[in-house]
């Protein structure tokens, strides 16, 4: 196995285990344009836990795309650990996200004709490698699935469909985790089991979590929120609380387009975002 666990957590909070460098992506052309990403650079330190926050189609999605080898970025460099993805082969993206990344969509992205079972098992299959029986059981155990693994994903609930989907990132033990709103489906306690596996993820095995979401509360359990705004970070917390970020996203969902009629404060016309603006 190719994991990054064996090392020391010591060694690892130097590392990086993935970022990005002045990334930029344009979709379309000529009057339909648009610039999902404009000039992204972060670092993602190996063993912590990010939240990426931000309005509908600030581009978080995007982003952990091109993070992880599944897009590519129209200009700026992208690397997992010290692989630069830009100019990599095909097969080598592949394995490269075969053996180092996992990844929970924001559209599950399961097998309709596989049980829950084959689909948590299908990368390690695919790769060839043997299932740590004891650790699938666990996650499974711990994200509430054990006694729905024969089902089809269509006889899944929604949020048993995006538990699978958790378990299939979780059970080789990828180096990296990116999980696009992999809570978006659930309940709060269905939530508060797959967050607090993510969360152990990194603390028990120094892997490396990166998430999207909406929601303050699973942003609390990160080490770290980023904050995105028309394509470009506008603002970071450290190990905040549901409600520092809470009050993070109401000044950046309360843009120019979005103030609420009868507020007592003058609205202040564009560049708000970019008083909040850090690096
Ligand atoms: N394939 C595509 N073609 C054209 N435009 C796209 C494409 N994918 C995304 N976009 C646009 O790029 C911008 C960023 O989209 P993205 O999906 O990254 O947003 P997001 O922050 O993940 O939003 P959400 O919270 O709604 O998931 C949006 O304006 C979106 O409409
Ligand atoms: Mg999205």
């Known amino acids: ?12 909070t130097r590392k990086i ?5 002045d990334l930029t992506k344009v979709y379309g052309s000529g009057d339909t344009t648009v610039e999902a990403l404009r000039g992204i650079t972060i670092d993602f330190p190996a063993g912590q836990f990010t939240a990426i926050m931000g309005p ?3 581009g978080k999605s995007t982003l952990m795309h091109c993070l992880a080898g599944l897009d590519v970025a129209t200009s700026g460099r992208v690397r997992i650990g010290d692989v630069e993805l830009t100019g990599l082969s095909d097969k080598a993206m592949t394995m490269l996200r ?12 399961l097998v309709p004709t596989l049980s829950a079972a084959e689909n948590i098992t299908l990368p390690v299959d695919i790769a060839g490698r043997d299932i740590d ?8 155990g711990r994200l509430g699935i ?41 309940d709060s306690r269905s939530s508060g089991e797959v967050l607090d596996i993510l969360r152990a993820a990194t603390d028990e095995f120094g892997q490396t979590v990166v998430i999207v979401t909406h929601d303050p509360r699973a942003a609390s359990y990160a080490d770290r929120v980023v904050f995105l705004a028309d394509g470009k970070i506008v603002r970071e917390l450290t190990s905040p609380s549901a409600d520092d970020v809470f009050e993070v996203m109401k000044n950046l969902d309360n843009g120019p387009a979005t103030a609420e009629a009868g507020s ?6 564009a560049a708000d975002g970019e008083s909040e603006q850090v690096g």
């Open 146 to 186: 054990a006694d729905r693994l024969d089902h089809l994903p269509s006889e899944l609930s929604g949020g048993q469909q995006q538990r699978v989907a958790c378990a299939r990132a979780l059970v080789d033990k990828p180096e990296i985790i990116f999980g696009d709103e992999p809570t978006g489906n659930l």
């Open 133 to 140: 029986k004891e650790w699938f059981d666990a996650v499974v």
């Open 98 to 109: 075969r053996d180092r990344i996992g990844f929970v969509f924001q559209s599950f992205n």
């Open 1 to 12: 196995m190719t994991t990054a666990h064996t090392d020391s957590p010591a060694l690892q």
């Open 264 to 269: 007592p404060e003058p609205a202040t016309p």
């Open 56 to 58: 509908s189609g600030s």
């Open 17 to 21: 285990a993935a970022g990005a460098e």
